[in-house]
């Protein structure tokens, strides 16, 4: 397999897949709006889509620096699924049912998505396969156990546990001894989620500005270079990139994830590998990997490369660093000997929102009509619409029309955390932490005890993730 003819970059391979969109109108001049939204990834559409669905009347104005779906949401691994970062620390702060309650919503958010695409017409490659998750070390096999059995507890009853008998059944990844595998969750193409998003609101209605960065955002103002727009409700959907908006310094750390895409591989691999239901594919190690089989049967890969940009930079339409490509591809033919002679299409990289103690939320301040939602981490595919009909709900009732609803009374809703540490302390805090979980996953490799790497145990101590 060679990586000398891979295109780096490029926002993202799904784009090259289906071309890059041309830009809408930026913002004009000053404006108005009964909302204003910052930000045209999927939290944004979604709660332009949910609160327009709820009050055909509202006059909603979307303000996106680049195009819609420019960052995470043009870029990610398709896993619809059900997980929702920070649900076991919501557990401890309000208690389990609160938190069954919210993995329940997930487990429906991810029929919602599939519900309303369909709906909408909204082609997104969408295939419902589940998610199994594999474990290629004792120690990955102990914490796959452990895994599965903390997932039933928040009342997912439906999720099965496979020897390696059973994985290879499904997918032949090499060396695994375990799995464990929902019915919650399913494979997608992102860009094509994202832009048929944001023509479907635009066909409802809502006004979208693209190439209009948002410099400010202050109680009923999102201030532009082209001008500024009022509004009772501005919402700041912009994940991470957040660090750029004045005062937002510190708020999410943006977190770099990388991935790598094959050319698509030819009917004599796929015997190899089966892969014949199109299961989105993760592992137990600490720095994980996610996969897809596409629909036009390449495997897509990614996984933590250079985890983070000193100062909280942000982007580099996408491009990642050469060593990161040769990380990725060394860990497909490690799963997949059989893909060593396939060429990588196309790697790229985004930015995730990471708040300080590793919780989303969708919050609404009652008291200046600023709302927010994100700090998915890495589960935002499925997560942005619950956060969307979230923010509806909660706008409608702060707005008088309607009362607290099953969504609004969520332990995600409202939730606030410190800021992260000013430099250098959170390029040094970070970094440290993925070269202690790749030290530990590169110690679980060869060691024969089922137990967790001591390194990753107080890497996770450390970083508040634990
Ligand atoms: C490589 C990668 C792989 C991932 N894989 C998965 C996965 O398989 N499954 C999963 O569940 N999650 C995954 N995620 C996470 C998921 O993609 C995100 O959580 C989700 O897309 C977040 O959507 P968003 O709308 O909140 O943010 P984004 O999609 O990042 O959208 C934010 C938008 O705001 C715009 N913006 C930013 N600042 C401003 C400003 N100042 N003014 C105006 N506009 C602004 C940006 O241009 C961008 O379009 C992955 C993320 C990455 C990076």
Same mark, same amino acid.
């Given at each position: 397999?060679?990586?000398?003819?891979?295109?780096?970059?490029?926002?993202?391979?799904?784009y090259?897949?289906?071309?890059?969109?041309?830009?809408?109108?930026?913002?004009?001049?000053?404006?108005?709006?009964?909302?204003?939204?910052?930000?045209?990834?999927?939290?944004?559409?979604?709660?332009?889509?949910?609160?327009?669905?709820?009050?055909?009347?509202?006059?909603?104005t979307?303000?996106?620096?680049?195009?819609?779906?420019?960052?995470a949401s043009?870029?990610?691994?398709?896993?619809?699924?059900?997980g929702?970062?920070?649900?076991?620390?919501?557990?401890?702060l309000?208690?389990?049912?609160?938190?069954?309650?919210?993995q329940q919503a997930m487990?429906?958010?991810?029929?919602?998505?599939?519900r309303?695409?369909?709906?909408?017409?909204?082609?997104?490659?969408?295939h419902?396969?589940?998610?199994?998750e594999?474990?290629?070390?004792p120690?990955?096999?102990?914490?796959?156990?452990?895994?599965?059995s903390v997932?039933?507890?928040f009342?997912?009853?439906?999720?099965?546990?496979?020897?390696?008998?059973?994985t290879?059944?499904?997918?032949?990844?090499?060396?695994?001894?375990?799995?464990?595998?929902?019915?919650?969750?399913?494979r997608l193409?992102?860009?094509?989620?994202?832009?048929?998003?944001?023509?479907?609101?635009?066909?409802?209605?809502v006004?979208?500005?693209?190439?209009?960065?948002?410099?400010?955002?202050?109680?009923?103002?999102?201030?532009t270079?082209?001008?500024?727009?009022?509004?009772?409700?501005?919402?700041?959907?912009?994940?991470?990139?957040t660090?750029?908006?004045?005062?937002?310094?510190?708020?999410?750390?943006?977190?770099?994830?990388?991935m790598?895409?094959?050319?698509?591989?030819?009917?004599s691999?796929?015997?190899?590998?089966? &892969? =014949?239901?199109?299961e989105?594919?993760?592992?137990?190690? !600490?720095?994980?990997?996610? +996969?897809? /089989?596409?629909a @036009?049967? %390449?495997?897509?890969l990614?996984?933590?490369?250079?985890?983070?940009r000193?100062?909280s930079?942000?982007?580099?339409d996408?491009?990642?660093?050469?060593?990161?490509?040769?990380a990725?591809?060394?860990?497909?033919?490690?799963l997949?000997?059989?893909?060593a002679?396939?060429?990588?299409?196309?790697a790229?990289?985004?930015?995730?929102?990471?708040?300080?103690?590793?919780?989303?939320?969708?919050?609404?301040d009652?008291?200046?009509?600023?709302?927010?939602?994100g700090?998915?981490?890495g589960?935002?595919?499925?997560?942005?619409?619950?956060?969307?009909?979230?923010?509806?709900?909660?706008?409608?009732?702060?707005?008088?029309?309607?009362?607290?609803?099953?969504?609004?009374?969520?332990?995600?809703?409202?939730?606030?955390v410190?800021? &992260? =540490?000013?430099?250098?302390?959170?390029?040094?805090?970070? !970094?440290?932490?993925y070269? +202690?979980? /790749?030290?530990? @996953?590169? %110690?679980?490799?060869?060691?024969?005890?089922?137990?967790?790497?001591?390194?990753?145990?107080?890497?996770?101590?450390?970083?508040?993730?634990?």
């Open positions: 397999m060679s990586t000398v003819s891979t295109v780096n970059g490029g926002i993202s391979f799904w090259a897949d289906r071309g890059t969109p041309t830009p809408r109108e930026p913002l004009p001049g000053d404006s108005t709006a009964d909302v204003c939204i910052v930000g045209g990834g999927y939290t944004g559409l979604w709660t332009a889509y949910y609160l327009k669905k709820a009050v055909p009347f509202l006059n909603i979307v303000l996106e620096a680049k195009f819609c779906g420019y960052g043009g870029r990610n691994g398709g896993w619809l699924y059900n929702i970062a920070g649900r076991d620390r919501y557990a401890k309000h208690g389990p049912d609160a938190a069954v309650r919210l487990n429906d958010t991810v029929d919602e998505v599939i309303v695409a369909a709906e909408e017409k909204i082609d997104a490659d969408i419902r396969g589940g998610v199994l594999v474990a290629y070390t120690a990955q096999l102990a914490r796959l156990k452990d895994f599965h997932e039933i507890a009342g997912e009853t439906d999720r099965t546990l496979h020897g390696a008998r059973e290879s059944e499904r997918i032949r990844v090499n060396g695994a001894v375990g799995s464990t595998w929902t019915p919650h969750g399913a193409h992102p860009a094509k989620l994202v832009t048929g998003l944001a023509d479907t609101v635009e066909a409802l209605g006004t979208i500005h693209e190439s209009t960065p948002v410099t400010e955002i202050r109680p009923k103002h999102a201030v270079p082209y001008g500024t727009v009022r509004a009772p409700y501005v919402l700041r959907c912009t994940e991470g990139f660090a750029n908006l004045k005062g937002q310094k510190r708020t999410w750390l943006p977190m770099n994830s990388s790598i895409i094959t050319e698509p591989l030819p009917a691999v796929w015997d190899t590998i089966g &892969w =014949e239901g199109r989105t594919l993760g592992d137990m190690a !600490h720095a994980y990997l996610y +996969a897809q /089989r596409t @036009d049967d %390449r495997i897509a990614g996984g933590r490369g250079y985890p983070y000193y100062g930079a942000t982007d580099n996408g491009r990642t660093q050469p060593a990161t490509i040769e990725l591809r060394e860990l497909l033919i490690r997949f000997p059989t893909t002679g396939t060429p990588i299409a196309h790229w990289s985004g930015v995730l929102g990471v708040p300080r103690d590793w919780c989303a939320t969708a919050t609404l009652r008291s200046t009509g600023l709302g927010w939602a700090g998915y981490v589960s935002g595919v499925a997560t942005t619409n619950l956060a969307a009909r979230t923010l509806r709900d909660l706008i409608q009732q702060d707005s008088g029309q309607s009362g607290p609803t099953e969504l609004t009374a969520l332990p995600w809703v409202n939730h606030r410190r800021r &992260w =540490e000013p430099e250098p302390l959170r390029w040094l805090g970070v !970094h440290g932490m070269a +202690a979980y /790749r030290a530990a @996953d590169r %110690r679980e490799l060869t060691s024969p005890r089922p137990g967790t790497d001591r390194i990753a145990k107080i890497a996770d101590r450390l970083s508040g993730r634990g």
